[in-house]
């Protein structure tokens, strides 16, 4: 098939429409040739016509419609509004644009408020000896010489004043004073001041993150509005820093810490270190309230390295639950003399080591052991790394010895803790591994981490360990942190302080770490107290059992109700209770 | 000018008016929409300022110290104590099927009604 298209000779005499020289002849379809030029201009005048009126017939159809929709009611328009979907038509500006921290009960513990700074365009400014003294007037909390410093210099944007309230705001509008203006900003606010102060940090005038948690997540915090979640509590954090206070004064300590952790899942739910500071207020802070000892103080932690020193004895298989090691005389390991300082205690199984809290016991555990397996083991618990998925900078990398100096000397000091530092943060860590079953979980403050856990020891290691920690609160060292039905589990540790390389022997750190209740752990604690001092209460002593013990104990019979944890109490008693309680009423 | 071409050409200025005047209507009913748009953005900007400061505020007011004075004060509410919690069954009613333990029934002057009397109260 195909046309035979042909151009007519033109004569110019003649008007010719568009396309009315070209003829088609369709000689191939049609066996008769023909040609349309006679047709031509009505073709094209009723084409024109058509096309004229499809254009008016649309033209009448939008005037139709316009018209309805603008002098009708054709569209309501509150309507349209409420089914707006697309929320690009809210172009509002957030005037906060960090965002707010969240316990993990959702109340705010750090939010933004917008505020505005003052600043001056000197240039602008002809009397500055006159605004000072206005200034000074609103401002009486600076000075009029230094208003007038800043004045007299030249430039166009001199900071007067920052985060000015509302009230500070209208003052100086109503001064009316051309030069002075007002910029746009946020200022952070810590409603609960120093409780999280280790757990947050703070921002600087800029409001960028500059310790603790707004400097470690200062990316999230400003790159979206959302609240950020933490695993910590308000209620128990407030209860828990108001014991380590109480403790501190009682016991005259140069400080405490303390950390609550879930081991089922190594959130923490609390963390403190005191002295703290409040992080509301712009001021230079000393060097130790600053100190977040909880993640970031290395110590030797004495005793409480038995627990690891006792699982990874069970757990290598060299040492049972039955063996019994004499701890009757001191034991020689090169020029190392290992001695009880409690006395001698006869023949002791793990447990008595634990409960009589025995170097010699411990020692021997290890040389059944050896160091290599014990290095081993403490390098799965993470004592030989920083915890840098845990998110705060704050935090330290413990002192662990490198192979070649770990020989037989430090394999005996370690097993009762002496020769590794490490942070609080560490020691509950591996805490709640050896008592939770088995699983070392990572620590965090976030409710959405996802960090993987592994096994450090073996379910049944595990189920022993909390039976032999048991027995330190019944009738060990932890006695005075048994609190009833709640089937307290720990140990106990005090290690003299190292102060310039040298053992302070007059200086202690003194450790209680826990876990309740016994049958299925679900949280840990440890507190650590430095530098207690002995007092007529405590009959001299400065030891663990006398000071971080009983603090522990309060903690646990405050917090543990709140963290609904099941109190396993004889129902007879609870009986009696609720009878003696009725029969008061009537 | 032929009657067609009179009546095309009114058609084309009614049309062409219509439009005209639906579209300045449009323009300037769409200029109101905007302002009153750009209004809802700054008030909604406003009021996120001040809810801003009043969670801020409300936090404040919810300072644990704060709530324990006041629940001391005003309810004489202390902290729970671990012996205070404890389990259904020590109870001499049981709430989940209304009745009283046999040992209760059993006592004429037993605890029910001081029970009954209490959850009534509750």
Known sequence: MGFN??????????????GQEIKISRGTISSKNYTTESDNVMTCRTRTIVTLCFF??????????????CLGKGINIDAAISEVTDKDVFRFRNPVKRADILDRNGEIIATSLPTVNLYANTKQIKNPQDV???LNYVFPDISYEEFEKKLSRRGAFIYLKRNLSPAQQMQVNNLGIPGLEFENCETRIYPHKNLFAHVLGKTNVDNEGISGLEKYMNERLTSSTKPLHL?????????????????V???NAEG?????????????????????????ENVKVAERPMFNFATKGIYEAGSVFKVFNTALSLESGK?????????????????????????SHGRLTPEDILVESSNIGSSLEISLVGKKFQRKFLQSINMDKALDEFELPEIAKPQFLSESRWGEVSMVTISYGYGISSTPLHIISAFSAVVNGGLYRQPTLLEDSKHKSKRVVSQQTSESMRALLRAVVVRGTGKR???????????TGTADKLENGRYNHKKSISTFISAFPESDPKYALIVVMDDPKASKETYGYTTAGWNAVPISKNIISAVAPQLNVKADFDIEKQKSIVDAAYKAKK | MGKFKMTMFGLWLTLTLMVALGSSVLKNRVQVLERKLATINSNIQDDIAQIHVLKAEWSHYNTPDRLRKLAYEQLSLENAKPEQIINYSALHFNYEDGRTSSAVRSDKKGLTTLVKAEVKKN
Do not use: C, W
């Open chain 1, 249 to 251: 004064k009682q016991f």
């Open chain 1, 319 to 343: 040492v049972k639950v039955t063996d019994r090691f004499d701890t009757s005389h001191p034991v020689y390991y090169g020029r190392l003399r290992v001695t009880d300082p409690h006395g």
């Open chain 1, 481 to 491: 942190a048994n609190v009833d039905g709640y089937q307290v589990i720990g140990k």
């Open chain 1, 56 to 69: 008016a017939l649309a033209y009448l159809i939008l005037g139709i419609r316009v018209s309805y929709v």
């Open chain 1, 132 to 134: 000072a003294e206005k």
């Open chain 1, 231 to 247: 695993t910590v509590d308000l209620g128990i954090q407030n209860k828990i820093r108001d014991e380590l206070i109480a403790g």
């Open chain 1, 5 to 18: 298209v042909s151009f007519s000779k033109r004569n110019n005499e003649n008007f010719y429409l568009p």
């Open chain 1, 256 to 280: 405490a810490a303390a950390i609550l952790m879930n081991v089922k899942n190594g959130q923490v739910v609390s963390l403190i270190s005191v002295p703290d500071y409040d992080p509301n």
